[in-house]
């Protein structure tokens, strides 16, 4: 989900995105995957309730279902911060969402090339 750069860019502050990621391997061709992000305003704001907008969790789990062919399920919650409130509008509540979704990723090769050796 684009929380920060699809829809209302009113009051656009930049963004910061500390994030980190821990993968696991759980069978052949599979893992999950938990990624944790930290968004701030990367200017100051007007209200001095900090830089911090919100953290956000993803858990995502991921398999190979054939060779170009890789499925994604996730969910996804962010934790709002009031200082998020200010630059989208809204209450920390309402800014505060979550969701789940599957990514469907098909990479096929369409073209190859192979140069003869002299």
Sequence with gaps: MDYFYV???ANNVG?????????VPTGEKSNIALNAHYFS???DLVNDLGKGLG???DLVFSKTIAK???MNVGYSQ???TESMSAVKGGTSSENTNNW??????VNPRLL???FKED
């Design 68 to 70: 170009n062919i890789k």
């Design 78 to 80: 962010m934790f709002a």
């Design 100 to 105: 789940g979704w599957v990514q469907l990723i």
């Design 55 to 57: 953290t956000e969790f």
């Design 41 to 43: 305003a990367n200017a």
């Design 15 to 23: 963004l910061n995105d500390v994030y980190g990621k821990v993968q």
């Design 7 to 9: 829809g209302n860019h």
């Design 112 to 114: 190859t090339f192979k």
